[in-house]
């Protein structure tokens, strides 16, 4: 066989492969599809003073279309991400819904509410060895979410990355009392599509 040929041969099927990813065959910034070596249990909320850590994982995500943005183009549909945490005894949980997943490779700003790239919905969680409790406050998470390996809009059955920076407020409960608790949110985390 002639190189030119096997050229020919083997462009067209990497071009096939990086359509059937993207969804187009205009350029990706992510050639693959799929979480990488993203752990299943990778989100982690943390302080340092007073110490606590919980983390998160086991997150699944659909095309819901339950925060659909008006202005987003035809066939882009909001995208829920739902998990558990994973330490302290679980029991914990984090709810993401992503107006524009189509925008989610270049980073999206954390909140609350129409306003936000990636809205938290629900986020909670509780240590066991301290019998404290924690719950979203009223004072919105800051901070930025991307993705890597985010094929279709997130609905590649491949799934995808997800990658955390910021802070959060949380109301802890404990036996002592109640009070704020400023985490930091970091870490990057494997979603599995529905």
Do not use: W
């Amino acid at each position: 066989m002639s190189r030119s040929r096997f050229l020919s041969i083997t462009s067209g099927g990497a071009l096939a492969a990086f359509v059937a990813c993207s969804g187009s065959s205009s350029p990706k910034p992510d050639a693959a599809c799929g979480p990488g070596g993203a752990p299943v249990d990778g989100l982690v909320a943390s302080s340092n003073s007073p110490s606590v850590t919980l983390t998160y994982g086991n997150l699944t995500g659909g095309a819901n279309n339950d925060c659909p943005d008006a202005a987003a183009p035809a066939g882009v549909v909001s995208y829920t991400i739902t998990g558990s945490q994973t330490d302290n005894g679980g029991g914990g949980l984090v709810t993401l819904c992503i107006p524009r997943p189509d925008l989610l490779p270049h980073g999206l700003t954390l909140g609350y509410g129409s306003d936000a790239g990636v809205q938290l919905i629900d986020f909670d969680g509780s240590v066991q060895a301290t019998g404290c409790t924690y719950s979203l406050s009223t004072v919105a998470p800051t901070g930025t979410v991307s993705s890597s390996g985010e094929c279709n809009n997130g609905t590649n059955a491949a799934g995808f990355a997800l990658s955390f920076s910021g802070s959060m407020t949380l109301t802890e409960t404990c036996i002592t009392g109640t009070g704020a608790v400023v985490l930091s949110l970091g870490g990057q985390v494997a979603v599995v599509n529905q």
